[in-house]
């Protein structure tokens, strides 16, 4: 089954203690990205993707790492998470960096709260 | 830089009764228009795009949305609701080529809720 698959699903922790949410897709997809999503903004970027070896940043970097070591899996990094990246996050992925009209696969969300 | 309004936060609504969800955009260059479905504790699910030729597209499940390039809308309707309809559910743009490479930038969200 194609699915993009995210781990934790949820996670409870405290401030400063380094995590780490993994996201692997097994599509073959080369765009990747995550998203945290907060009630009434939406969903925000936070970095994206187009291939191994190639990320950059979306609308709300700060305070997060990425890494593309492998196509299939698109890691997310907090080295020192604070209470304001509570919040709800998303990794997606579709299938060409440069495919405009491709809709991107979501998987089910990691919940982070930061004590 | 593109960016998407959703006029409505939250939309109540008796079953069987016909349903519109706002979606306004801004942009320099053409785009993508995509209505994407969140279920309680799900992920995003695509629900219908649009990309070129006909403005109303129509998904699986008796949704259409209107591409209106004047109004730059993009509204979503459904004639006859369903309490199975209640969600969340989110308007977002994609540009056709240019400088922002893959960025999708989606609107705030509307809450369906569907009641009996």
């Known amino acids: 089954e194609a699915q993009v698959t995210q781990n934790p699903r949820y996670l409870i922790t405290v401030t400063g203690k380094k995590l780490t949410v993994t996201c692997s897709q097994n599509m073959n997809h080369e765009y990747m990205s995550w998203y945290r999503q907060d009630p009434g903004l939406g969903l925000r970027q936070i970095y994206y993707?187009?291939?191994?070896?190639?990320?950059d940043k979306g609308d709300v970097p700060e305070g997060y790492k990425v890494s593309r070591k492998e196509k299939r899996n698109f890691p997310l990094i907090l080295e020192s998470p604070s209470p304001n990246q509570t919040s709800l996050y998303f990794c997606?992925?579709?299938?060409?960096?440069?495919?405009?009209?491709?809709?991107?696969?979501f998987g089910d969300g990691t919940r982070l709260s930061i004590l | 830089a593109q960016s998407v309004t959703q006029l409505d936060s939250q939309v109540p609504v008796f079953e069987e009764a016909p349903v519109e969800l706002r979606c306004n955009y801004s942009s320099s260059v053409s785009v993508y228009l995509f209505w994407y479905v969140q279920y309680p504790n799900q992920g995003l699910q695509l629900l219908l795009k649009y990309l070129s030729g006909s403005t109303l597209v129509e998904s699986i499940n008796g949704f259409e949305a209107e591409f209106n390039k004047s109004q730059t809308s993009f509204h979503l309707r459904k004639p006859s609701v369903h309490i199975s309809d209640t969600a969340e559910y989110f308007c977002a743009v994609r540009t056709a080529g240019g400088t922002s490479y893959g960025k999708l930038t989606f609107g705030q969200g509307t809450i369906l809720t569907v009641h009996p």
């Open positions: 993707s187009m291939n191994v070896e190639v990320t």
């Open positions: 997606a992925s579709s299938l060409s960096s440069t495919g405009y009209h491709q809709p991107q696969h």
